[in-house]
């Protein structure tokens, strides 16, 4: 069975940073496409950015909102996929979703997300 | 900043047949947006429904479908049960480097 599961939300101050992580199982993590989509309370869904399958660059595009003070990253060895957040703002309070590429597009499936809250 | 703009909201009767667009502040999309749809119920992650333009995944359900209607993307949904009543997302990709959500339709089944 196909899973993504994400872990490492939480309450940070503003200006402050979390690293959030999604453990992959059911699929070869290393042929995936992985990204991140966020969920502010009550709002629609924003993508943040996406990580390309090393054999494809290993590359990363992110949303305007978030480039230069969020990193993705993956450990194909430990089928896990990152997000490391700093300069953290009170807007980027959300659920964090983590989603996978199986070869037909970019998120074929979701993680059930983690919760992330900047405030002072 | 470019805008991916859907319905707020539709209403629809069961059995009926109802379609959500999505269009875009940069001209009329194509299947070069390879557009995607997307449902998700109140308090349950997003599911996906159709990738580039038309395509269904394994576990779409037939009554779904993807098209491209009059310069927008469009997902028709036919014989409407009640438990298709949720909010529908469409994205869009733009340069193959960025993707953009519209913000959402609330389908209601009455």
């Known amino acids: 069975e196909v899973q993504l599961v994400e872990s490492g939300g939480g309450l940070v101050k503003p200006g402050g940073s979390l690293r959030v992580s999604c453990a992959a199982s059911?699929?070869?993590?290393?042929?995936?496409?992985m990204s991140w989509v966020r969920q502010a309370p009550g709002k629609g869904l924003e993508w943040v950015g996406r990580?390309?399958?090393?054999?494809?660059?290993?590359?990363?595009d992110y949303a305007a909102p978030v480039n230069g003070r969020f990193t993705i990253s993956r450990d194909d060895s430990k089928n896990t996929l990152y997000l490391q957040m700093n300069s953290l703002k009170t807007e980027d309070t959300a659920v964090y979703y983590c989603?996978?590429?199986?070869?037909?597009?970019?998120?074929?499936?979701w993680g059930k997300g983690t919760t992330v809250t900047v405030s002072s | 900043q470019t805008v991916v703009t859907q319905e707020p909201s539709l209403t629809v009767s069961p059995g009926g047949t109802v379609t959500l667009t999505c269009a875009s502040s940069?001209?009329?999309?194509?299947?070069?947006?390879?557009p995607n749809w997307f449902q998700q119920k109140p308090g349950q992650a997003p599911r996906a429904l159709i990738y580039?333009?038309?395509n269904k995944h394994s576990w779409t359900p037939a009554r779904f479908s993807g098209s491209l209607l009059g310069g927008k993307a469009a997902l028709t949904l036919s014989d409407v049960q009640p438990e298709d009543e949720a909010e529908y997302y469409c994205?869009?990709?733009?340069?193959?480097?960025?993707?953009?959500f519209g913000g959402g339709t609330k389908l209601t089944v009455l």
């Open positions: 994205l869009l990709y733009y340069g193959g480097a960025q993707a953009v």
């Open positions: 940069t001209g009329a999309v194509t299947s070069d947006y390879y």
């Open positions: 580039s333009t038309s």
């Open positions: 059911g699929f070869t993590f290393s042929n995936a496409w």
């Open positions: 989603t996978a590429g199986l070869g037909f597009s970019d998120m074929d499936v």
């Open positions: 990580i390309k399958r090393k054999s494809d660059g290993g590359t990363t």
